[in-house]
C-alpha cells in the first residue's frame, strides 16, 4: 500500500488541528458504500454473528451496534485498509498505525420519542463521549496537533440535518477542562455545538479527544454508517476487537502489520 502521494491538504490539515475534526468528502464511490453497506445489512440478519467473532449492542429496535467486523467481510476490511483513509490517519496520528476497533451503527428514529420534543432543540446529542484526551492522548510536533487515537467514520447514507448526524464540540480537543463541565456549558448554548452533514461515501476523520456524539434523527431515514479506529501500534486494540491470528495469516504482507498491530514498539514515525 503506497502512502506516497496521499496527504490533507493545508486547509483541511488546519481544519483538523484547529477544530479536532475533518469532513472528506466523497472518498468512497458508490460500488464501495453498496458493498459495505451490504455487508452490514447481512451482519444484521445474521444469527449466528457471534460465531463469527461479531458482537452486537443493540439498543432497541431502532438502533443496533456492530463491532469486530474485518474477518465477516472483504469490504469491511477493504474499509479499515483503505489506501485513501489510513495515510490521513498516520498524518494526524504522527507515524504508522494499527487498527484499534472496527464498529458500524444501523439506526433509526426512536418510536419512543415524541416528534415535537425534538424539534425543541436544534440539535439532540445522545450521549457526548471521547476516547482519550489532550495532554495525554495528544502532542504538538513540528508545530501540528497530533491525537494518539483517530477514527474515520464512513456515512453510507445521506445525512441531513434530521437524519442523525455526528455532533462534535469543536475544539474540545484541545481543552483540559473537566468533560462532564465542557458538555454542559456546550448544551447551554447550542452554538458551541456542530452537527456534520454528508452524502453517502463521506468520511469524518476525528481525533477521539474531540467530544463528539451521535444525534437523535428525527426524519423517517435509516442511518448507516461505518467506523475504524486507528492507535501507533504498541497500543492495545479495544476490548472485543481482537483479529484472530488465522485470519491474519491470509492477509497480503503490507497490511498484516496495519490490522494485527505486529509492529509494536518498532513504530515507524512521521518525524
Not at 498524518?91 to 420519542?113: F, K
Request: proline residues 5%; glycine residues 8%.
Amino acid at each position: 500500500m503506497s502512502n506516497e502521494t496521499v496527504c490533507l491538504t493545508a486547509a483541511q490539515r488546519l481544519h483538523f488541528d484547529i477544530y479536532g475534526y475533518v469532513l472528506l468528502e466523497n472518498v468512497l464511490n458508490s460500488d464501495e458504500i453498496e458493498r459495505m453497506k451490504g455487508a452490514l445489512y447481512k451482519i444484521k440478519a445474521d444469527e449466528g454473528r457471534d460465531a463469527k467473532r461479531v458482537y452486537a449492542r443493540p439498543g432497541g429496535e431502532h438502533h443496533v451496534l456492530f463491532g469486530n467486523l474485518v474477518e465477516y467481510d472483504p469490504a469491511l476490511l477493504e474499509y479499515a485498509a483503505h489506501p485513501k483513509l489510513v495515510p490521513l490517519v498516520e498524518e494526524v496520528v504522527g507515524g504508522a498505525v494499527r487498527l484499534e476497533e472496527t464498529e458500524a451503527i444501523i439506526n433509526s428514529r426512536n418510536p419512543e420519542t415524541e416528534l415535537d420534543e425534538l424539534h425543541k432543540r436544534r440539535y439532540n446529542p445522545t450521549g457526548f463521549h471521547r476516547g482519550t484526551q489532550h495532554g495525554w492522548g495528544t502532542y504538538i510536533e513540528q508545530n501540528k496537533f497530533h491525537c494518539i487515537f483517530v477514527k474515520t467514520l464512513a456515512y453510507l447514507t445521506d445525512v441531513g440535518p434530521d437524519d442523525g448526524g455526528t455532533c462534535v464540540i469543536p475544539g474540545s480537543h484541545r481543552l483540559t477542562w473537566n468533560q462532564s463541565e465542557m458538555i454542559e456549558a456546550a448544551l447551554s448554548d447550542d452554538k458551541l455545538i456542530y452537527q456534520v452533514e454528508a452524502s453517502a461515501g463521506s468520511v469524518l476523520l476525528f481525533a477521539e479527544a474531540l467530544i463528539h456524539s451521535t444525534t437523535a434523527i428525527r426524519s423517517d431515514k435509516e442511518r448507516v454508517i461505518l467506523i475504524s479506529g486507528y492507535t501507533p501500534p504498541m497500543v492495545r486494540e479495544w476490548p472485543g476487537n481482537e483479529v484472530s491470528p488465522e485470519f491474519i495469516e491470509t492477509l497480503p504482507e503490507d497490511i498484516r502489520p496495519l490490522i494485527s498491530g505486529s509492529d509494536s514498539w518498532h513504530w515507524k514515525r512521521r518525524y
